[in-house]
């Protein structure tokens, strides 16, 4: 058995990684604005040194590893986000990456895992090629630690360490933990993550449109895979072709249902956040915050939502802050 399968995140598990983070890195802001006449919070997760979440989770599973693991080095799978949080944990610690990744992946995002110096080995996602079976292929002949964007205990409770954070954030305004958390969701590790750390607080993954397994899942309570037919869609972090019993075990358990946002409401979450919160937001970072302005997902003072990313493309993000639709 692999260490993946041999042990369950836990909310332990989650209280230690946010240590470990605390040590490296600042908090990201949670920030207050105003949605429907409620204040909510906003985790800006987008400003990590990264653009993205997934540092967290990243952090923790490389910084786990035995000396020889570290020497046979670790093998990821990613659009970009991921690639590039296992890339910058990878490079501090002195790890050799390699990074799967498919080849209609932003270019910016390529470009930056490259440039945080792991190999890249692109797969052909639009074609159906297994990004998963690929990545056992190159841990098996490389003696390589497989690093899950999501399937991972250790990557479920790094990313965990935001929902503490927000915790603590709002213990330092007066204000209890908080009653609900709006989440961004492709696979569900952040999702599992949240659910661990804020064990009091309604969980809502949100997913594009045609995109919405986890939302089907909850829905049927057994895991569904996204639809050989799915739309092409901008939020290309949240591209994930079905969550994993390790995620889903704590999904089915603390979460009701999920939601799933169109891509003119993902447009004008960006918009929104651009104008309102000054952050630059990429399609999937802004998703949980489209289920929010959409009126999808009730709102209180104590409503935490999670703004997951900004790496998007400038010309492309040109045009939405353009676009009126």
Known sequence: MTAQQMRSPTPEGVARAAAKIADLLPRTPLL??????????????????????????????????????????????????????????????????????????????????????????????????????????????????????????????????????????????GMRPPTRVIVCCGGGGLTAGLALACPDAEIIPVEPEGWDDVCRSLATGTIQRVMADAPATACDSLQTPATFPINFAILKERCTHGVAVTPAEVRAAQRFAFSALHLVVEPGGAAALAAALAGKVPLDGRTAILVTGSNTDPADFAKVLASTD
């Open 32 to 173: 207050e604005t105003e949605i429907h006449g409620h204040s909510v919070w906003i985790k800006a997760e987008s400003l990590q040194p990264i653009g993205a979440f997934k540092i967290r989770g990243a952090w923790h599973r490389l910084s786990d590893l035995t000396e020889e693991e570290r020497a046979r080095g670790v093998v990821g799978v990613s659009s970009g986000n991921h690639a590039q949080g296992v890339a910058w944990a990878a490079r501090r610690l002195g790890i050799a990456a390699t990074i799967v990744m498919p080849v209609d992946a932003p270019a910016v995002k390529l470009a930056a895992t490259r440039a945080l110096g792991a190999e890249v080995v692109l797969y052909d996602r639009p074609g159906g090629e297994d990004r998963d079976e690929l990545a056992r292929r190159l841990c098996a002949e490389r003696g390589a630690t497989l690093v899950h964007a999501y399937a991972d205990p250790w990557v479920i409770e790094g990313q965990g360490s935001a929902g503490t954070e927000i915790i603590a954030q709002m213990a330092e305004r």
